[in-house]
């Protein structure tokens, strides 16, 4: 612990497995008060068992999709902590299809969860971190940066992402704000999301798919949740004080050829 987060307060949104649960366990290693938000809320309130030893965490029940939720949400920050100086937008979901075969049930639902909600944070916090300046951490994924077939709405969501960061990045700059809003990129990492859409697929595929991510990734596998929250870290901290409108990327070298 060398105390990069002391004294400063976050919220992680879908916080109660993979990126979200390693970034909270990094944040309050660093010192951070962290409010954690999920919508499952049992496993929201086992998840934090051993981390809770190191600093308690402020866990929150919250579906990103309601915008009144944000509102709540934000107000008990502001009322519980004094200020807001880290958001994370986290929270995601990954419904497979292609341009062709893509529902717009599940294209709506892919683009509310992962990118309206993404607004509907950074605009929040942008409010709340007026006064003081902060840095607010969009995920992304290297799915916002090339296309796969069978990821449409997925690809739209995260593509989306990306650029609105920019857009919020400039507006608050312009604004003398002194509020940071970067996004990051994860690879292939390792996450109950990966295992989820990776048990969906037919057996044959999921064989060629890790085929294809040994052989494609200059790494040689797929990256672990610590490796994104260490990027998270590093873009909330003052470290990264000059960095606004920027992307991490976090993939192992995939996205170099």
């Known amino acids: 612990m060398s105390d990069r987060l002391l004294n400063k307060i976050a919220v992680i949104t879908g916080g109660a497995s993979g990126l979200g649960l390693a970034t909270a366990a990094r944040f309050v290693e660093e010192g951070a008060s962290v409010v954690v938000t999920d919508k499952d809320e049992d496993r929201l309130n086992g998840a934090f068992g051993n981390i809770s030893n190191i600093k308690p965490i402020d866990r929150r029940y919250q579906d990103v999709t309601d915008e009144l939720g944000w509102n709540n949400l934000i107000e008990y920050v502001l009322t519980e902590y004094g200020g807001l100086d880290i958001l994370v937008n986290n929270a995601g979901i ?15 639902k892919t683009q509310e969860v992962n990118l309206d909600a993404v607004f509907m944070g950074t605009r929040a916090a942008i409010g709340a971190m007026k006064p003081s300046g902060g840095s607010i951490v969009n995920i992304s994924s290297i799915e916002g940066l090339v296309g796969e077939a069978t990821a449409a709405a997925y690809n739209a969501s995260k593509g989306g992402v990306r650029i609105f960061t920019k857009s919020a990045a400039l507006h608050c700059a312009s604004q003398n704000y002194r509020i940071r809003v970067n996004s990051i990129h994860p690879g292939f990492i390792r996450t109950p999301m990966i295992d989820n859409a990776l048990a969906t697929m037919p057996s044959d595929e999921v064989e060629a798919l890790l085929l294809r991510m040994e052989n494609e990734i200059p790494l040689g596998a797929m990256g672990d949740p610590e490796d994104i929250a260490n990027g998270c870290l590093y873009l909330a901290s003052d470290e990264s004080k000059y960095v606004t409108g920027s992307e991490l990327v976090i993939d192992g070298g995939y996205t170099c050829r």
């Open 94 to 108: 990954v419904i497979r299809g292609t341009a062709e075969d893509t529902t717009i049930s599940d294209w709506r």
